[in-house]
Nanobody, 125 residues
Framework: VQLQASGGGLVQAGGSLRLSCAAS????????MGWFRQAPGKEREFVSR????????AYADSVWGRFTISREKAENTVYLQMYSLRPEDTAVYYC???????????????????WGQGTQVTVSS
């Protein structure tokens, strides 16, 4: 499975961005797709995830109510719509996918076998 993330950029605080993660290869083998982010000097952290067969979405507390994850099934693409962006949202955002077989929580990056290349999101104050 290959993941291609896009949609990052520079935005002012309070603005919006939409990230895309397109899956190719064998996207049907994946069970959950998610987004993580890594700010400078910090560890990578969970942002959101989407269970492909149920449509269930989950979010980190820090983005709940501001970010929305969704999927376009025909395009094998997962989106992360980000509203009310804050300077603390500045990070490299990574999309990831998992078959669900690894014994970690879905908010743990070690759960995910496949990773995209990352896209930079910068929020200015």
């Amino acid at each position: 499975v290959q993941l291609q993330a896009s949609g990052g950029g520079l935005v002012q605080a309070g603005g919006s961005l939409r990230l895309s993660c397109a899956a190719s290869g064998r996207p049907g083998s994946t069970y959950v797709m998610g987004w993580f982010r890594q700010a400078p000097g910090k560890e990578r952290e969970f942002v959101s995830r989407f269970t492909l067969n149920t449509g269930h979405a989950a979010y980190a507390d820090s983005v709940w109510g501001r970010f929305t994850i969704s999927r376009e099934k025909a395009e094998n693409t997962v989106y992360l719509q980000m509203y009310s962006l804050r300077p603390e949202d500045t990070a490299v955002y990574y999309c990831a996918a998992t078959t669900g077989t690894r014994s970690y929580s879905y908010s743990d990056e070690r759960k995910y076998e496949y990773w995209g290349q990352g896209t930079q999101v910068t929020v200015s104050s």
